[in-house]
């Protein structure tokens, strides 16, 4: 099943903490406002500047909240319009805490950001650009063994970076792509 | 009844430590004389010494309870350069004067006036409106990319939110470009950043004092913060800035110093000699941080 799919648009100039609080803190109530499984879509285009403790606070603690040991229903995030000045506080953020995030450069490129191992990173870069893949097919691309394509997906489904879908798995560009055609993104 | 302290002639980092150990801060007690900093024989100022006297006052008036007093440099290039600073309006607030100065004509390569820091808001106009003088003196003068101006205000952000997050205290920061001709004969960038608040060694006491035993001291807790990312939160991710901003520093070949209590520590350039720590220094109160980025040379590390 599809996740909803909710944008928010980030503005300004994303410094201290303060700010980063009460940026997530907006974000946060808006997923609350959701039943099911939702993919946010946070839009950083018009972000001219993001510090540590900013990234550390919007975009680390969003995914924290919103893991899998985290109650309430799946909370999928998609990171849009980075550009290079946001990568290495987001990155430095993210590796602290062993966490990882999906995201899309200003010019529509897939990137994972923080801590992840190569494989892992290689079987999303496939998965976003097929689509939708069951392991079979994945491991068949990805030429490695049935076993280990599924440990990968394990991970990638594990730290939501992918959207299971019974025995198939769906890149948030797909999500965001049937959302659109049906009028919910 | 006051007591006089001369300021010394240049008031740069030495001579803060100078007017430190002279003031003797750390002694000043509820009952002690009102201060008088007298500053007219100053004939040099950078910005760590212009916040440094807006430090010590500030540190004189929490010990003894009573306003100091300030006596203006005679040299009218150091008052002209004082007021264009905005010295004056920061400085009413801590000692015993007349209305501030009103007269902040003509430009110095300022980057960033005298400004205190007393909440998050403050540090947001401070990053917004250091931009377009970063990028004329980052970029034109000292021949920085055009990405640096972006980096600069993150480790601006980073450095004046240390205020806010550690020092429960008012701060103050300035920035200025000028040509360090003695040292290092090249144009440089100077930033610094201070704060009389609890300090290093008390933010973060209450979770890493017990730890070290009896080798707890304002040199650990430097030590702690600014070389392994310790801070006084359990929140994995704090302790960020102090790091990310030394990382900035070295790559463009730049000199931190980070003092503390009766401690300091630096990230030493190949270009400097002070040493990577010190902990015999006079006390006082809070953190107070100097950055130098001297002429890009290219992105080291």
């Not at chain 1, 309430?72 to 946001?86: D, M, N, Q, V, Y």
């Not at chain 2, 070295?250 to 980070?258: D, E, F, H, Y």
Request: net charge negative.
């Amino acid at each position: 099943m599809a996740p909803a799919v909710a944008h928010t648009e980030l503005f300004s100039y994303l410094v201290t903490r303060h700010t980063g609080r009460a940026v997530r803190s907006s974000i946060e109530r808006e997923l609350s406002r959701f039943d099911g499984a939702v993919l946010a879509v946070l839009d950083m285009r018009h972000v001219p500047v993001i510090d540590f403790s900013c990234a550390d606070e919007v975009v680390a603690k969003l995914l924290v909240h919103g893991s899998e040991d985290a109650p309430g229903p799946r909370r999928f995030f998609l990171f849009r319009g980075i550009a290079e000045h946001h990568l290495e506080p987001i990155e430095c953020a993210l590796t602290r805490q062993g966490l990882a995030a999906a995201g899309e450069s200003v010019d529509g490129h897939p990137l994972l950001i923080g801590r992840i191992e190569r494989g892992v990173e290689a079987a999303w870069k496939e998965i976003w650009e097929l689509g939708l893949v069951a392991a079979g097919p994945l491991a068949m691309r990805l030429e490695v063994s049935q076993h280990a394509v599924g440990g990968l997906l394990d991970e990638l489904d594990a730290r939501r970076l992918v959207i299971r879908d019974g025995d198939r798995y769906l890149s948030f560009g797909r999500a965001l792509e049937d959302a659109r055609r049906s009028g919910g993104g | 009844m006051s007591r006089v302290i001369d300021v010394p002639a240049t008031l740069d980092e030495t001579g803060f430590e100078t007017l430190v150990r002279t003031a003797g801060i750390g002694e000043l007690e509820d009952g002690a004389a009102r201060l008088l900093l007298d500053a007219r024989q100053v004939t040099w100022v950078s910005p760590y010494g212009l916040i440094g006297l807006l430090a010590i006052g500030q540190a004189a008036r929490q010990r003894t309870g009573l306003a100091p007093l300030i006596e203006p440099p005679d040299d009218p290039e150091v008052r002209s350069y004082i007021d264009r600073m905005d010295f004056w309006t920061a400085a009413a607030d801590i000692f015993e004067m007349d209305a501030p100065s009103a007269r902040r004509h003509g430009e110095v390569d300022k980057l960033l006036e005298v400004t205190s820091i007393r909440s998050h808001e403050d540090v947001h106009r401070v990053v917004e409106h250091v931009k377009d003088r970063a990028q004329r003196i980052l970029i034109n003068r000292l021949q920085y990319p055009r990405p640096s101006v972006i980096h600069f205000s993150v480790m601006l952000s980073e450095v004046c939110q240390n205020i806010l997050e550690h020092a429960d205290s008012i701060g103050w920061v300035c920035a200025q470009r000028y040509h360090w001709k003695r040292r290092l004969g090249k144009d440089v960038v100077v930033l610094a950043v201070m704060d009389v608040g609890v300090g290093f060694e008390g933010s973060l006491g209450a979770e890493h004092a017990r730890r070290y035993g009896e080798s707890w001291s304002a040199a650990a807790a430097l030590e702690a913060a600014f070389l392994n990312g310790e801070s006084r939160f359990r929140d994995p991710g704090r302790g960020q800035g102090l790091q990310a901003i030394r990382r900035q520093v070295i790559k463009w070949n730049g000199a931190v110093r980070i003092r503390s209590g009766d401690a300091m520590i630096a990230r030493v350039p190949d270009w400097d000699d002070t040493p990577e720590l010190q902990s015999d220094l006079p006390w006082f109160p809070g953190a107070q941080v100097l950055i130098v980025l001297p002429e890009y040379a290219g992105d080291a590390g």
